[in-house]
């Protein structure tokens, strides 16, 4: 159709070639038109390659480097070769968040693939014989150098063009005037970038060193948590609109921020698909009240053991206050675990039914923890968690493969386990152990027959709070290994995304 309305017309643009086909279709008709047909095929097929290459791979475009918005990720243009950053140092003086900053190391050495270089610098041995884990599972195949020599070689090496913080907080305090000093020293074709980790949008008191990088159009931001990245990006949004003119001139709200979520790949994780009685769930964490809501747990469980001892496996041990397991029933009794550091009060009546994990080596705490049938993250009241800071369990237990209980609002914050694979969604109308003890009784009914506000009204006579946890008990606890995996597998490949990105020089 194409072809012939373009001999109908005469296109003054056609190819010679093909330009005198009227002229030669009454000599031999049956060879021209043949020839025609296949030109016309042709230039069909052609225009559906296009199409499609255009239309379902915008990736193509970005490889052809067309500059077109759609054109964000630019992830098929990421090659080792066409990064801009491919000398790395990796670098904290804080004793904690090793686990954190490794696995970024980690994520790095897989996209750069042998190209480039990465450097570590920190303060060995790891805490927690963190050591053979890091060897273990072959996170860094570096050296790790004391974090003493990174000035010198900033200064020495001006091919050094990536710097990055295990913990802004800590190690941008330590580092700033040095480092900014280097910077500042540096030609404007050997300038390097500097990224690092914030683990709360509440500590404030760094942020004015953010200031005079995001001037230099030198930093970024690694939180581990999307909604850690929300906090930041809104205090640089209201910075941004200040009335200060050496405030809003620094360009605070250009600074790019990016997630990634520090998940370990551990081998040898138990298949636990096949377990149907809830036996063990386990609160992670430094014991700190002001972190967690121990004593609020405590108490709902109290009351609950009260309530009903047999659902848990308990019976009362005679006129005294505590619990001890029902040797007469068939599933073994629910417990608790504690595991962390510090030191907390457990009321006398949970001493048979928690169990403390003191100060493990993280060898004994991946032990202990993938054997766990769900996570209670045990927050308080406060946004703390939701809004500013990121927790540790969130990336823990999606780690070890052990669902977490998650309110609603929970997976809003944190959108990697905004996901049926891998956490137990619960409506924010129970409590963490009246959602336990419904799975693990698989049955609601003890929960919709109370009535907690004491106002006459149980919980079963609101029909969107019967359907709601309708929905949390038709999807059970238990979750698959495979599940976790894919899950995982995901989270690994966004991380790369990141981290190319970076290497790329994006913003
Ligand atoms: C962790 O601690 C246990 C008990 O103290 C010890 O046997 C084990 O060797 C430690 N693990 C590592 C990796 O050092």
């Given amino acids: 159709m194409l072809l012939s309305a373009a001999t109908r017309f005469r296109f003054p643009w056609f190819p010679p070639a093909m330009a005198p086909y009227s002229l030669l279709q009454s000599q031999r008709p049956t060879l021209y038109s043949s020839r025609r047909k296949f030109f016309a095929i042709a230039a069909v097929l052609l225009s ?62 897989r996209v750069l693939k042998g190209h480039g270089h990465v450097q570590v610098y920190g303060d060995v041995p790891f805490a927690y014989d963190f050591d053979t884990i890091l060897d273990r599972l072959g996170l860094y195949h570096g050296s790790i150098k004391d974090p003493a020599e990174l000035m010198n070689d900033i200064r020495r090496n001006t091919a050094i063009d990536l710097v990055i913080f295990g913990t ?44 005079p990088w995001a001037r230099r159009n030198s930093i970024r931001l690694l939180p581990i948590s999307k909604h850690v990245g929300g906090a930041f990006r809104k205090e640089f949004k209201d910075l941004g609109g200040s009335l200060d003119p050496k405030l809003h001139s620094a360009g605070l709200g250009l600074v790019p921020i990016d997630t990634h979520v520090p998940i370990l790949d551990l081998p040898h994780l138990p298949d636990k698909s096949g377990r149907h009685v809830l036996i063990n769930a386990v609160i992670q964490g430094s ?27 308990y019976r009362p041990l005679g006129d005294g206050p505590s619990f001890i397991p029902d040797t007469t029933l068939v599933d073994p009794p629910f417990k608790l675990h504690l595991v962390g550091s510090g030191w907390i009060d457990l009321p006398p009546q949970l001493k048979n039914v928690v169990e403390f994990h003191v100060s493990l080596n993280y060898s004994q705490y991946y032990d202990v923890m993938a054997e766990m049938d769900v996570c209670v993250p045990a927050f308080g009241p406060s946004d703390e968690y939701y809004a500013l800071q990121a927790s540790s369990t969130v990336a823990m ?18 959108t990697h386990i905004d996901d049926d694979r891998v956490s137990i969604a619960y409506p924010s109308v129970m409590t963490e152990i009246d959602a336990i003890i419904a799975l693990r009784t698989q049955s609601a009914a003890t929960f919709l027959a109370s009535d907690p ?36 597998s995901e989270i690994w490949a966004a991380n790369e995304d990141v981290v190319k990105k970076i290497l790329l020089g994006l913003p």
Avoid at 181 to 209: I, M, N, S, V, Y
Avoid at 397 to 414: G, H, K, Q, S
Avoid at 459 to 487: C, L
Wanted: aromatic share 10%; net charge neutral; proline share 4%.
């Fill in 48 to 109: 559906i390659l296009i199409a499609s290459s255009l239309w379902y791979k915008d990736d193509t475009l970005c490889q052809l480097s067309i500059r077109i918005p759609t054109c964000t990720s630019q992830k098929a243009a990421a090659s080792p070769q066409t990064f801009v950053h491919q000398n790395i140092v990796v670098a904290s003086v804080f004793g904690f968040h090793f686990d954190v900053w490794l696995a970024l190391v980690w994520t790095i050495q």
């Fill in 168 to 211: 802004c907080s800590v190690d941008l305090r330590h580092w700033h005037d040095e480092l900014l000093a280097a910077w500042d020293a540096r030609d404007d074709d050997h300038k390097f970038q500097l990224a690092c980790t914030p683990h709360h949008q509440a500590e404030l008191g760094w942020h004015p060193l953010i200031t």
């Fill in 287 to 313: 014991f700190a009240e002001d972190r967690r809501s121990y004593p609020y747990t405590f108490e709902n469980l109290i009351r609950s053991l009260h309530e009903n001892p047999t659902s848990w496996g």
């Fill in 397 to 414: 237990c999606l780690e070890v493969n052990v669902p977490i209980l998650a309110t609603p609002r929970m997976r809003e914050a944190y």
């Fill in 453 to 488: 506000s004491k106002l006459g009204r149980t919980m079963g006579s609101n029909a969107a709070v019967q359907q709601a946890v309708e929905q949390m008990m038709a999807k059970g606890w238990v979750r698959s290994k495979k599940g976790f995996e894919a899950t995982k």
